[in-house]
Each structure stands twice: as C-alpha cells, then as structure tokens.
C-alpha cells in the first residue's frame, strides 16, 4: 500500500519477453522493488525461460483485463490507494474465476492474499504472515510514500521498523522494553512524516543513548536497504513465481 508524494502516478518500464503467454508473469510493483532487484529478477527469468512483466503499483481495475487474457500468473506486490481507489476484492475474486493464479506480498499484495486466501488467492512472506496470524492488523503498518518517477521510498512503513526492532532483540541488541518505546516513537509519526531524518530526531528525544547507538546507523542510507522487510518478501515472492514451474523447486 503507497501514496506517492505527489498526484501524478510513475511508471516503470515494461518488461517483453519472447516466452509463451502460458509462462508469463505479471508482477504489480513500485517501492517494494529496487532497480538493482529489477535487473536481478529480469536476468532470472531469462536463465529460467520465463516471461516477467512488470507493471506499476495497482489500483482499481488494473486486473480486469486478465480475466479475459491467455493463462498468466499474477504477482501483486505494491497497490495504490488515496488518490485512487484500491484494487478490490471484486475483481481479484473475477480474476481467479476465470482460472488465472494469483498470489501476493510485502504490501497491499500481502494485506489482498490475506483476504482473498478462501477465494483461492495465495501469499508468502513475512508480511503476510505477520497480517494472516493477526500479530499485525492496521493496513497503515504498510503504507509509505514514494518518489512516482523511480518509486525509491521517501518515508519508512511500520512495518518495516517492527521487523528491524524484532531482529534487534533477537539478537541480544536491544532489550524488549527499548524496542516497544522505539516502535511507539515510530508510531506517533504519521507514516507521510516518517522520514529516517525525522524519525531518528524522534528517537535521539524519546529513548536512551543505548538504544540510539544501536538503531541509529540502521537508518543510513547504506543500511535502509536491507533490512527493507517489504523488499525481501517482494523479492522472494518473485523469485518463487519464476523458478516455480521452471523445474528449479
């Protein structure tokens, strides 16, 4: 789930392939990708002989279209809501319908395959898994906002500092009560204001120098990557999807 941070909508190239339509993949993404990751995954479904499409964030209608298409599968990973209406359980219930697999994570693909799942719609990852056992349940825990014209993320979604503060106490950095307080510093910053700037000026006011030495390099520019919970389950979503019928699982 996205608002960009300004009205006009960014669109990322579509990717052709010679394959088959019956091989196809048709990925719905924006922030949760990078354009390192979009190479990787560009290269993938070369070796594998597999189709990959990739289509900017959905919104309402965007899926229609293949309801009546040749045989596809479906990737939803970033969707849009504010100045669109988001894509709804009508549609995705149409989709699988007419025999087209549909599956999702890491954003408002997590939050649809969590609803649709008694439809036949299928998710993966941690962000579906956390929304599925209802650990997490407010749809805001995915939202951000995004630059439209290279979808790099401009502010940090909830969801993300959530599975970062977890991993931090796992790992004997943070003690638990240091991670609640730093997770409700990050909740009162409405996710249009949660930039990593921001956020730590938050945090360096509300918790101990401890605590700050510990999540305070996490928010450079070098770190923010890769702890991006959304940008792994995307990924891995993909990932899934392109060497699943390729004979590699």
Known sequence: MIAPTRAADGERETGGSLADASSRIVVHAGPSLRRMDVHSLRSLAETVGRGLELRPPVRRHDLLELAVAAPVQVVMLDGEFGQRLAVSISEIREVLAAGQRLTGAASMGALRAVECRTLGMTGSGWVYEQYLSGAIESDAEVALLYDPDDYTPVTI??????????????????????????LHVARGLHFRDRRPDVLLRQWKRELSAKAVTVLEPELSSERIDVWDRKRLDAVAAVQIALVSEAGIL
Do not use: I
Not at 157 to 182: C, H, I, S, T
């Open 157 to 182: 979604p909830l969801v993300n500092l959530r599975w970062l503060l977890d991993e931090e106490v796992r790992e004997g950095l943070l003690l638990a009560d240091m991670a609640a307080a730093a």
